[in-house]
């Protein structure tokens, strides 16, 4: 049980460390609000800080991308976080999160 506290506790601070970034980059309240709401909703099914260990997002990203062929072809995503809308554009979305993320965590 204190194993997964101590979990809570560190994703919590990194939470709040990512925060902090993001506002010394000079981003708005709402952008900085959308990005860790971007980041929780990716972090459901991937977990950003293993992805950064594992190829620093790379791969990740790769999955995120959705290209205009892609929506004129009508392809599937090749992601699981649910889009609810415009594919190429959540997934966009999305991405510009993890890349802000990734950056962060060579960061720190």
Known sequence: MECINILIANKIMKAANFRTWLENQKYDDDTVDSR??????VEKYYSLDKQFSK???VSLKD??????D???ERALQ???????GNI???SATLKA?????MEFCKEI
Request: glycine share 6%; aromatic share 6%.
């Open 55 to 57: 190829d620093e997002g």
């Open 88 to 90: 190429r554009e959540g």
């Open 63 to 68: 999955k995120l991308t959705y290209s205009t």
């Open 36 to 41: 860790m709401s971007n980041c929780r909703n």
């Open 97 to 101: 999160a993890v890349k802000l993320y």
């Open 78 to 84: 090749r992601h699981k976080v649910p889009i609810d």
């Open 70 to 72: 892609d929506e004129r």
